[in-house]
């Protein structure tokens, strides 16, 4: 599949804003590793690629273990993941799948039991980040580099 543009070097400024809502999540209290398993669950869903590939890679350079990258498809019947991870998980989803699923008070409810207002809103802005990549990133077929 070949990538069709470089939005990056077409859109500097929208890039720069998106880069700003993930400067804002690295900065917040919540969970680095929490953050790296949101990032790799909705690109899951979307099907980017480039993102899977880019936020696998990074939670295993963060010391993530292979077992647990494997499992995130899979969380809501895998032994790895603690309440708030699955909670962020939940979470994740249902603002992923808007179109299908709604972000029920329950949903809501289990991430705001795990996680401070702060951190809560942090993993709002995250999802919503990573969604907006996630787009970028199917529309124009970014495409990861080949580790063949």
């Known amino acids: 599949m070949t990538e069709r543009m470089k939005l990056g070097s077409l859109a500097r400024e929208?890039?720069?804003?998106?880069?700003?809502?993930d400067r804002f999540v690295a900065d917040s209290t919540l969970p680095q590793p929490i953050v790296n398993l949101v990032n790799l669950r909705a690109s899951q869903i979307?099907?980017?690629v480039y993102c899977v590939d880019l936020h696998s890679a990074d939670a295993k350079?963060?010391?993530?273990?292979?077992?647990?990258?494997?499992?995130?498809?899979?969380w809501q019947e895998s032994p790895f993941f603690t309440e708030?991870?699955?909670a962020a998980l939940a979470f994740t989803e249902a603002a992923t799948r808007l179109s299908t699923d709604?972000?029920?008070?329950?949903?809501?409810g289990r991430a705001a039991a795990?996680?401070?207002?702060?951190?809560?809103?942090?993993?709002v802005v995250a999802v919503a980040s990573i969604n907006?990549?996630?787009?970028?990133?199917?529309?124009?077929?970014?495409?990861?580099?080949?580790?063949?």
């Not at 350079?61 to 899979?74: C, M, N, T």
């Open 14 to 21: 929208a890039y720069r804003a998106m880069a700003g809502l």
């Open 46 to 48: 979307n099907g980017c």
């Open 61 to 74: 350079k963060a010391g993530e273990s292979d077992a647990r990258l494997h499992a995130v498809v899979v």
């Open 84 to 86: 708030q991870e699955r």
């Open 102 to 108: 709604d972000i029920t008070d329950e949903i809501w």
């Open 114 to 123: 795990v996680f401070d207002e702060q951190q809560l809103a942090a993993l």
């Open 132 to 148: 907006a990549w996630n787009r970028v990133g199917v529309a124009t077929r970014l495409t990861p580099e080949s580790h063949a």
